[in-house]
């Protein structure tokens, strides 16, 4: 007894050995009224300081584990063995369908597997080696001397209000009239997205969205039983034509688009069709959720206004985004700007399934954008992720049969292979040679896209976006010719 | 023109100056090929550096909104200001029944003004004044030093690692055999409650709980459309022999018990009352959400095992629990502790909806946790909130009077007025009087404990504890008679 009793680093011995202790009386290994080991002893056995025996003891004695007896030493409490007569109850009956369609739509868990030796194209995630982890502690060590104690007491479902007013003035700068709107913070764009599609009316059940489109969008899309309507991608944006006709047929209880850096083709829609779109949806009063997926990430080029910028006073556009995919995506915050009557209700539904979002996270973000640091990050970034698209773009010229190829910045392009080649089939193949990709299909509105695929560089190394470019390149050669 | 720039403290000024200057522009205040004025001249105008100007008037240029001539200055690109024809969306319309209930069910939304001043017993959120942010800070710090890109970067559904063995760990050493069992994290207890009602089949749609019980269960039962059956309160637990009837004659989805420091009366399951539970369920075969709710902040009495332990083997609990009533409810970080099939399908769900849980969050909270720094808060803050606890019943017993007083411990009591005082009517006399608290009807399945009320007193001072019970007692003779 007592020699299996390991001591682990950086955590104080009294309680692993109080825990040791408290797991042998609650498993029945130590029984009621046996005798502990003298402080003495058990210090000398276990080659630790008596003092810590003695902490340990005084806090089982404390939980109602042990109790001493003077001049007779420390003895086992009655503790409650009991187990109840073993049941197993099958799970999967118990779980409903929108579950089954959770885990089957669960691309974390249906994509082919990688090992970190691979080169995976499949991330869009920023490059955890450009975090600028120093200015992030700062702005942490910053906001907990002002309101240390109120950043960890509970805070208010609509988001901490020095976040919410930053964001509202953030957007003030785009262009955008905050007038009779309202900011939600929210646990990343994916809580965002989720919550409106739960909160609407389904009066068509039907959605419009581009297609492709970014497949979290898709799957909420399905799990709140959405039918949808995807519409082609033109080079400038949505195929306006079709988008017409659509809304002229059908009803439609909302349209979902991401004008800027679009997920997964990397389309910037131009600043015509932009207008285009807003003036179709003023005609038709079916509201837009614009993704604002990375706009902040644009390499070159005139400034484009959002959607949500060209409603001007309009009611009409809910307006999602984060930082994530540039700046934190550990941290899952992001907003939504939208008529203040809707945010009204959304908070309320926000309140009942996660009562508020992380107010230390909240917290620091704001001190990290309010002290400059995410300007200055934002810079260091832009570069890096310029050399890395431009690479990208020649490697993909050099190596790669395409028919089309997508992608004015961010963080990824988007691929059409020639000859119908299938991407998944691809995929195949060159996860064996060592590279792996996500296949266009996935983010395709109705089984199409099968000979798409998408390419995120931005936690590759100019070595290794070179180097998988020219594996896949010569995938194709070697399977499908030259 | 340039005379409303206004400079805020903390954050740099050229980004002030840029972002004072894109506002202009995007607003259409600045129009296109207006010309600048120079840097010298604006340095001086707005008395701050020429370099200020400088690194601003670059910022705008690479952003696309400004562009500069040589030898004769910057002036304003094109930006589109096009705004399309304004329409206001009804939005009340737009949301559904669902979202209606959750606005009227937001007891934050509807309850009872009052403002610092008064002196409040609703909350039961920690003391944030007891708040070790020292050691907190240490922890973020530490952790980060470990791993600070890792920790920023995006994460998995389930949580982070040293997070899940840790709480596998501390589960085991409360008795619980976590083999074939399995943890996910969730944004605090009420994502972790409503990922698992909305992945429930509905076979019955009904639901076994106490009665009262907390408002936030009760808020996502309704939301998630479960009939309720509440069961009565005894001191030692729920009325076993109504539970035994209602198991025989109703199909239950499954049954939701808050065994320690039942919320809101206060009162602790005894040892007996679990065994029975837990052997009832056995037969039943009816699964069961426990709620781990405080079962830290045990002040004195025998260790009680928790309903998962008493499981043993058997995979029928699921534990839902956190730290935030403890620790810091900022964070919103929970855990669900469920058979392995199940947490499997709930991995999927969390995805879909939120992606994971705030990486950093759960990183300085195993950091706290490890490093040994809850151990000693929990002992400091025991001793705190049981001398207020001890106030707290000592001036009831002295002013108020009651007809059932109830709560072993934790943060607040549970009263039932005499003479069937209505306790929503007493609110509104007390406020009045500066001292507000929860009416106890808000935690009852079936519209009765209109005459009882709950105290949270954990984060008023003794002095106000004292003189907020007085005014209730005041109140009541006042108005109902000594």
Same mark, same amino acid.
């Not at 509970?154 to 919410?164: C, D, M, N, Q, S």
């Not at 659509?246 to 909302?254: G, T």
């Not at 009409?316 to 700007?337: C, D, E, H």
């Given at each position: ?44 056995? #276990?080659?630790?300081?008596? +003092? ?7 806090? &089982?004695?404390? @939980? $109602?584990? /042990? ?62 080696? #450009?975090?600028?982890?120093? +200015? ?7 906001? &907990?001397?002002? @309101? $240390?104690? /109120? ?332």
């Amino acid at each position: 007894m007592f020699n299996d009793f390991q001591i682990t680093e950086g955590r104080p011995v009294y309680i692993q050995l109080k825990e040791y202790l408290k797991r042998m009386i609650t498993n029945g290994h130590l029984i009621e009224h046996q005798k502990l080991p003298s402080t003495r002893e058990l210090s000398s056995l #276990l080659s630790i300081s008596r +003092n810590t025996v003695l902490t340990a003891y005084a806090d &089982l004695e404390q @939980e $109602g584990l /042990i109790y001493a007896v003077k001049g007779k030493g420390n003895f086992v409490s009655h503790v409650e063995t009991f187990k109840s007569p073993s049941i197993q109850l099958n799970w999967s009956e118990k779980v409903n369908e929108k579950t089954f369609l959770a885990e089957e739509l669960d691309l974390m868990k249906h994509r082919v597997r990688w090992n970190k030796e691979m080169i995976s194209f499949t991330s869009i995630a920023p490059d955890e080696k #450009l975090f600028d982890v120093e +200015n992030f502690k700062r702005a942490f060590l910053n906001r &907990l001397s002002i @309101e $240390g104690d /109120i950043v960890l007491n509970y805070g208010y479902a609509k988001g901490y209000k020095p976040l919410i007013d930053y964001l509202l003035h953030y957007m003030e700068i785009k262009g955008v009239d905050t007038r009779n709107k309202d900011i939600l913070i929210t646990n990343g764009f994916t809580e965002g997205m989720d919550i409106i599609l739960s909160s609407f009316n389904k009066k068509s059940g039907r959605v419009l969205c581009e297609n492709p489109t970014n497949d979290s969008a898709l799957k909420l899309f399905r799990l709140n039983g959405f039918e949808i309507d995807g519409i082609d991608m033109e080079d400038d944006g949505i195929n306006v034509q079709k988008l017409k006709s659509c809304l002229a047929n059908k009803e439609y209880d909302f349209a979902y688009f991401i004008p800027s850096y679009h997920n997964p083709t990397g389309i910037v829609t131009s600043s015509q069709k932009r207008k285009e779109i807003m003036d179709l949806f003023s005609d038709y009063q079916v509201p837009i959720i614009e993704n604002g997926f990375n706009e902040e990430l644009r390499y070159s080029g005139s400034h484009l206004a959002s959607l949500a910028s060209f409603a001007g006073q309009s009611n009409n556009v809910i307006y999602i985004s984060s930082f994530s995919k540039i700046l934190f995506p550990g941290l899952r915050i992001g907003w939504i700007l939208a008529d203040k009557e809707l945010i009204y209700y959304l908070e309320s539904m926000k309140r009942a399934r996660t009562i508020h979002t992380s107010t230390l996270d909240q917290a620091v973000l704001y001190q990290y954008l309010n002290d400059g640091y995410f300007e200055k990050y934002l810079k260091k970034a832009k570069s890096v992720y310029k050399k890395k698209y431009e690479l990208t773009v020649q490697a993909c010229k050099k190596y790669i049969p395409y028919k089309r190829m997508t992608g004015d910045g961010g963080l990824h392009l988007f691929i059409e292979l020639v000859n119908h080649i299938d991407s998944r089939e691809l995929l195949k193949k060159c996860t064996e040679r060592g590279v792996v990709f996500l296949p266009g299909n996935v983010f395709h509105t109705d089984n199409s896209g099968n000979h798409t695929l998408r390419l995120g560089f931005s936690r590759l190394s100019e070595k290794e976006i070179i180097q998988g470019i020219q594996i896949i390149g010569d995938t194709i050669k070697n399977h499908y010719g030259g």
